[in-house]
Structures are given as structure tokens and as C-alpha cells.
T-cell receptor
Framework: NAGVTQTPKFRVLKTGQSMTLLCAQDMNHEYMYWYRQDPGMGLRLIHY???????AKGEVPDGYNVSRLKKQNFLLGLESAAPSQTSVYFCASSYSSGDLNTEAFFGQGTRLTVV | QQQVKQSPQSLIVQKGGISIINCAYENTAFDYFPWYQQFPGKGPALLIA?????SEKKEGRFTISFNKSAKQFSLHIMDSQPGDSATYFCAATIGGNQGGKLIFGQGTELSVKP
């Protein structure tokens, strides 16, 4: 059972380049999330999805786009990378249990550097 | 706007001591308060969680204390061990159809000295 898998694990981009980060989960979870982690800032929510074909903005969505075409996959896109997007990106997933929130499972992270 | 504030930013504890990390929140609609543990190079993993209908939850050496009226909660690690050295994040989320999205505190880097 792989859990949440992120691809790639490391990437260096030049300013203005684009890229897509892939997240795949094999737990049949409804909810998926993209966070970025920066020193002293904790983890901040970029975008999230409550189901296939639906996405919503989080705390820091500017400069990012997402898509959830399949239930098991959640893609994060950077159209024109900026140095401010240098960060560690984490994908997570959780399942819906009525009104109660449940544990979120995180991937191993993608370390992105924009030069 | 930081909805969940965590302190201290870093903490050094001797082996066998008690580690205490505090968090405060603003949104009274939060109804689930998990703590996540993160080792270097890894993703966060759930350590322990509490709902606001109880004031304390204990799992092994880890205890969450929750004060609803003060809008504060804390993590206590008893008999701290070097293997507990990690970054700890408190978080909060809202139930219902809110998508379970977590709002994290800033994190506490814990170092347990042998």
C-alpha cells in the first residue's frame, strides 16, 4: 500500500518556466490537498479538492492551478515559476466521514527551487 | 491572518524531561485539533488528535490538553526521548462539508538531548 505518492521529489526551475507536480493516492480518499511548507510559516494550503472534478482555493492560491480529473490524482501546476515559489510542496488526502474530519495522510514532499 | 498560533518555535529538552508545545486558535467553528509530527525529509504524520467535547486525550507518552473557553490546546510529551526529536505542528479544521482542510500552526522544532 503506497499511500500518497508525489512526483518528482526534487526539481530546479528557471524563473518563468512551467511545471506540474503530480500526486497520486491509492486509499480511495475523497479529499485531496496541496500545501507548501516554508521555514517559520508552517504548512499553508494552496488548493484542495472535495471530489473528482472539483477544486477550490486555499490560503495561498495565487500563481498555482490544480486539476482533479481522476479521483486518485491531484495535479498542481505552476504556469510561470517565480523565486517566491521556492518551497517544499506536500500533497495530502483524507476521506469523508459525514460531519467528522479524519486523519490526513501526507506524501513525502517535492522540494522545488526556482532560480 | 494566522488562525492558529503555535509556540515556542524551538524547544530543547533533556532526555526524560517533559516537552510542552502550545497552540491558540481564533475560529470557534474549528472542531478537530490534530497534532502532526514531521521528521527531516519526510511528510507530516498524525500523532494524536482531539475534538472539543473532551478536555484531555492521552496516547502513550503523548497528551493533548484542550481548553475550549480559552481557545487553547497543548501537546505534552512525557519522558521525552531522542527519537522524539522532530518538528511538531498543531492544526485545526472545521467539520461538515468544509473539505477537511487543515489550518496549521507555525511548527515547533523539538530537540531532545541524551
Amino acid at each position: 500500500n503506497a499511500g500518497v505518492t508525489q512526483t518528482p521529489k526534487f526539481r530546479v526551475l528557471k524563473t518563468g518556466q512551467s511545471m506540474t507536480l503530480l500526486c497520486a493516492q491509492d486509499m480511495n480518499h475523497e479529499y485531496m490537498y496541496w500545501y507548501r511548507q516554508d521555514p517559520g510559516m508552517g504548512l499553508r494550503l494552496i488548493h484542495y479538492s472535495v471530489g473528482e472534478g472539483t477544486t477550490a482555493k486555499g490560503e495561498v492560491p495565487d500563481g498555482y492551478n490544480v486539476s482533479r480529473l481522476k479521483k486518485q490524482n491531484f495535479l498542481l501546476g505552476l504556469e510561470s515559476a517565480a523565486p517566491s515559489q521556492t518551497s517544499v510542496y506536500f500533497c495530502a488526502s483524507s476521506y469523508s466521514s459525514g460531519d467528522l474530519n479524519t486523519e490526513a495522510f501526507f506524501g513525502q514532499g517535492t522540494r522545488l527551487t526556482v532560480v | 491572518q494566522q488562525q492558529v498560533k503555535q509556540s515556542p518555535q524551538s524547544l530543547i529538552v533533556q532526555k526524560g524531561g517533559i516537552s510542552i508545545i502550545n497552540c491558540a486558535y481564533e475560529n470557534t467553528a474549528f472542531d478537530y485539533f490534530p497534532w502532526y509530527q514531521q521528521f527531516p525529509g519526510k511528510g507530516p504524520a498524525l500523532l494524536i488528535a482531539i475534538r472539543p467535547d473532551v478536555s484531555e486525550k492521552k496516547e502513550g507518552r503523548f497528551t493533548i490538553s484542550f481548553n475550549k473557553s480559552a481557545k487553547q490546546f497543548s501537546l505534552h510529551i512525557m519522558d521525552s526521548q531522542p527519537g522524539d526529536s522532530a518538528t511538531y505542528f498543531c492544526a485545526a479544521t472545521i467539520g461538515g462539508n468544509q473539505g477537511g482542510k487543515l489550518i496549521f500552526g507555525q511548527g515547533t522544532e523539538l530537540s531532545v538531548k541524551p
